[in-house]
């Protein structure tokens, strides 16, 4: 038996991108706020199945800065950017989602769009 599991080749794999975004809203959010926000703005604009494609996977939401990111598909990019644009409201209060940018790796999403909120 081998004691290392297998894995899959790079060339396998899922690509994936990540979304930098800012939440502008009446008030502060929280975390899990943010979080379920997202995947119902997904199932509402893209459907079950075109959030399956999508594959969107949060990331991480800094509280004190609004900001967060958010991994999906490479393919599915401009939907989920476009489900985020028509995010009017959060857990009842009003709030708009603000696309700061796109890229292939956290560090470089971080250093690129979110190093003026405070992110190292």
Known sequence: M???PK???PTLRDKHRYIAFHVIGERPF????IKRAIWD???STLGVL??????PWFIDFDEKSQTGIVRVDRKSVEE???ALTLLTRINGS????RTLGVSGTIKRLKGKFLKEFGWN
Not at 50 to 55: D, M, V
Not at 94 to 97: C, G, I
């Open 50 to 55: 075109g959030s399956t494609r999508a594959k």
């Open 80 to 82: 989920l950017r476009f």
């Open 30 to 33: 929280k975390k899990e706020e």
């Open 7 to 9: 894995y899959l080749p």
């Open 94 to 97: 009003r709030a708009v989602v």
């Open 41 to 43: 703005a997904s199932l």
């Open 2 to 4: 081998r004691d290392k």
